[in-house]
């Protein structure tokens, strides 16, 4: 190929692959309330957030699952618990910080969240579009239960 | 003013757009691939290990772009093959199909990588995960190691070791490796697995180039073949040693070979149905018959003297840009050597009968051992041709016999003037051409083709 033709390629190129990137979505701010502090209680029953005893009326206490790592990343749920009752779920970690990690979780986690709350339980539907997610986050959770003895 | 320059002021050839273009195409489409990966967010609010595994996807899209390019060469479809000839194709395709390879083993090292390094595991645990996690990662990996052997197999020095049928049975294992990568490129990766214009984009670079591939390698040459009745007319023995073969077909013309083009045949009997050899035709086609000239060189060109008249014929083709139509001036000079003489032959007997001077120069060991040489004497002396016959044993160096170490330029004094056809054995044909373009021909006035990839 002549020079001239081969400087033209590249230039063509270049341009397609920058409308590409000028396409590309912004990055989605990770919501803080959706990730709890991966700093506070580790496992369920040891550190407790509120210092009344274990179970006692009205004191809320967070349980960790195990962390479960897939082809997508590492998913670790916490469930609090007032009264014998899940009254938050929150992923200590989910997934990666690449865009469609992101992506996928924001939508996930709170549907997760939602799904637990209302079923009391680990056992729920996963969440259709995030494959990776819910396999790993409800085995997760399932930990994070039984650490509660809630199972 | 030279008479180089008089050529290289020609306006390009449109065959060499064509060829261009296709190669340009196959780097514009790899680009809009890249710009679909970016346009779907992998490089969006990336840090760090992320860049990688972002640019790991880009390189794998890049190297299915290339395979990709690779099933169209081979598909011979006829707008690649009419454009771009043997040579640049075997160029393009050793160039491409290499990198196609390089790029998968670094898009498999960054994406497992990188997620190696999100999992705290190791790469082997990693590669692991994909047999119990993503079966369509597990058969992506095995597809990879198939490409590998492929690569492996292909190395010049494996190679040369080899029967050309084992490396090209392993060859043929590409479709296997392709087919073992298609599953996670659609239902794994975040570009292509969400139906929308990438998904699109990602499925018609597939079915146009598999189509080409079934439509212009199966279908047509088994329609052809039924529709025009193809079968062995007659099959004759030469005094030295060669066979020429007439394929019969009702309104054979209308496939539209032109002399100097060839074929690849494949025999319809016992023992020969499985290979599909690429011989040229050795005359002009008539309205209903074909005829190669087959020299004994190997294990399947020894044995088509036993072909019986009537066994049926599978031909693909026509194929080649070899043919009298690329010229680009009047006079002419074709250059034979062995078996090499069969499409110069041809090309000499469609010439137009006009006053375009025309040299045929035939190398050969020695004039009994010279397939048809007895029709090109007569063809050259009917067209007034001159013809020169070159005998006697190969030098160290250069094309001529080493008794009389004659050159172009002294065979045929305005060779410069002229388009050069060469047809022969690779290294000897590189020679004839090396010395045509010392004689001031410009390159785009040597023709010269390779059958073999």
Redesign the interface.
């Known amino acids: 190929m002549k020079a001239s033709r081969r400087a033209g390629v590249v230039l063509a190129s270049g341009a397609i692959v920058a409308v590409g990137w000028s396409a590309a979505p912004e990055a989605i701010p990770v919501d803080p309330t959706l990730s709890a502090d991966p700093q506070a209680p580790s496992q369920g029953g040891g550190a407790q957030p509120d210092a009344g005893p274990s179970g006692a009326p009205g004191a809320e206490q967070a349980f960790d699952g195990p962390p479960v790592s897939n082809l997508r990343g590492t998913y670790q749920a916490r469930i609090v618990v007032r009264d014998g009752e899940v009254v938050d779920v929150q992923a200590v970690v989910a997934g990666t910080s690449a865009y469609e990690s992101v992506a996928v979780n924001s939508v996930a986690i709170p549907e997760f969240r939602e799904r637990v709350l209302k079923a009391q339980s680990w056992d729920v539907d996963a969440v259709s579009g995030a494959s990776y997610t819910s396999p790993a986050f409800i085995e997760s959770l399932r930990g994070a239960f039984e650490a509660a003895g809630l199972e | 003013m030279t008479s180089s320059a008089v050529a290289a002021r020609e306006r390009t050839p449109r065959h060499e757009w064509w060829a261009?273009g296709l190669?340009?195409a196959v780097?514009?489409v790899?680009?809009?691939g890249?710009?679909?990966?970016?346009?779907?967010?992998?490089?969006?609010?990336?840090?760090g290990l992320?860049w990688f595994?972002?640019l790991g996807r880009v390189v794998g899209v890049i190297a299915t772009v290339f395979l990709l390019a690779q099933v169209l060469l081979v598909s011979r479809a006829p707008y690649i093959e009419r454009s771009v000839g043997h040579d640049r194709t075997v160029a393009l395709h050793t160039r491409l199909g290499k990198w196609a390879i390089i790029l998968m083993v670094v898009h498999v090292f960054f994406v497992v990588g990188v997620?190696t390094n999100?999992?705290?595991?190791t790469f082997v645990a990693?590669l692991g995960?994909?047999f119990t996690?993503?079966w369509y990662?597990a058969a992506a990996q095995l597809g990879l190691l198939v490409f590998l052997a492929v690569l492996a197999s292909s190395l010049v020095i494996v190679r040369r070791r080899w029967r050309y049928e084992s490396w090209h049975t392993v060859h043929l294992l590409v479709y296997v490796g392709t087919a073992f990568a298609v599953p996670h490129q659609f239902l794994f990766g975040?570009t292509f697995s969400p139906k929308g214009a990438a998904w699109w984009f990602w499925l018609v670079l597939y079915v146009f180039a598999f189509g080409s591939l079934l439509v212009f390698r199966v279908a047509r040459p088994l329609w052809v073949a039924a529709r025009l009745g193809l079968h062995v007319a007659s099959v004759e023995a030469l005094p030295d040693g060669s066979t020429s073969i007439v394929v019969r077909g009702k309104g054979v013309q209308s496939l539209g070979a032109r002399a100097g083009q060839f074929f690849l045949w494949r025999f319809v009997a016992p023992g020969f149905w499985r290979e599909a050899h690429p011989f040229s035709l050795s005359r002009t086609p008539d309205a209903d018959t074909l005829r190669i000239t087959v020299k004994p060189s190997g294990d399947f060109s020894s044995r088509v003297a036993l072909l019986k008249p009537g066994t049926r014929v599978i031909a693909e083709g026509p194929l080649g840009v070899f043919h009298g139509e690329r010229r680009l001036g009047r006079g002419l000079v074709l250059v034979a050597a062995g078996i090499g003489i069969t499409p110069i032959r041809a090309m000499l007997e469609a010439l137009p009968q006009d006053d375009a001077p025309v040299d045929v120069i035939v190398r050969c060991s020695s004039e009994p051992d010279a397939p048809l040489l007895d029709e090109v004497r007569a063809i050259a002396s009917e067209r007034g041709a001159r013809l020169h016959v070159l005998a006697g044993a190969r030098g160290e160096s250069g094309w001529a016999p080493a008794a009389t170490p004659v050159t172009l330029a002294q065979l045929v004094p305005d060779v410069s003037r002229r388009d050069v056809f060469i047809c022969g054995p690779r290294l000897w044909a590189l020679a004839v051409a090396a010395d045509a373009a010392e004689a001031g021909v410009p390159q785009r006035r040597v023709h010269r083709e390779e059958f073999a990839w």
């Open positions: 261009d190669e340009a780097y514009l790899s680009a809009v890249v710009a679909f990966v970016l346009s779907g967010g992998a490089f969006t609010g990336a840090s992320d595994y972002a997620t999100h999992d705290g595991t990693t995960m994909f996690q993503a990662l975040g």
